[in-house]
Every structure is written in C-alpha cells, then in structure tokens.
C-alpha cells in the first residue's frame, strides 16, 4: 500500500525558514515526478514545486521561485521529498501536501495518482 507521510511543519515567524519533508513508501518511487502542493483556508490547493525523477530537473510556482528549494533521495524501498522554505511570509502560511506523479502535467494537481495528509505551515508577521 503507498504511503506518503508529511513532516516538519510549525509555526514561525516571518523571514525564517522551515524544511518539510515527505517519506513515499509501498512501491518504488524512483520513475515519479513528485512535488509539493499547498492549501490555505478557504482557497482551492495549488502547485508549489515540483522534482523530476533524477532530481535534475525542477519546476516552482513563481510565488516561491528563489525562497524555496526542492529536493529527493530515493532509495531502494523508500523515497524522500524535501522542501526547504526561506523568507516565509504570512502568504505562505498552509496545509502543504505531497504528491506523486507518474504521467501528466507538473503543476496539475488533477494529473498527481498519490496524496500525503498534509503538514501545516503557519508564518506570523
């Protein structure tokens, strides 16, 4: 069965920085696209960053380009996904989701087969 388990959320004050990370297990998960997603209250879930399968290639949402940096380490029976976040902004605050992706578009969050359950992220001004 796949799991995919968030950490590392908190509450912080804005201008620091927080590192999520996201453990995938249940099957192999080396060929997956995986990024993060965020939802604040009362709003729909969007597209955060995104990491291809050698962790070459990235895609961030422009409203984190240059603050937030993803990244993976895959192993033989489980993957990892990390999001560093520096310069938090009250904006930021979220419950930030991670996702998996085997075909699709990188920043649909329709195209992704496989959810964690959420961290939340919370940045006071």
């Known amino acids: 069965q796949v799991h995919l388990v968030e950490s590392g959320g908190g509450l912080v004050q804005a201008g620091e920085s927080l590192t999520l990370s996201c453990a995938a297990s249940?099957?192999?998960?080396?060929?997956?696209?995986m990024a993060w997603f965020r939802q604040a209250a009362g709003k729909e879930r969007e597209f955060v960053a995104a990491?291809?399968?050698?962790?070459?290639?990235?895609?961030?949402a422009d409203y984190v380009k240059g603050r937030f940096v993803i990244s993976r380490d895959d192993a033989e029976s489980e993957s990892r996904v990390y999001l560093r976040m520096n310069g938090l902004k009250p904006e930021d605050t979220a419950i930030y989701y991670c996702?998996?992706?085997?075909?699709?578009?990188?920043?649909?969050?329709?195209?992704?087969?496989?959810w964690g359950q959420g961290t939340q992220v919370t940045v006071s001004s």
């Open positions: 249940g099957r192999t998960f080396t060929m997956d696209i």
């Open positions: 996702a998996s992706l085997q075909v699709g578009t990188w920043s649909n969050v329709h195209d992704y087969d496989n």
């Open positions: 990491i291809g399968w050698n962790g070459a290639t990235t895609e961030y």
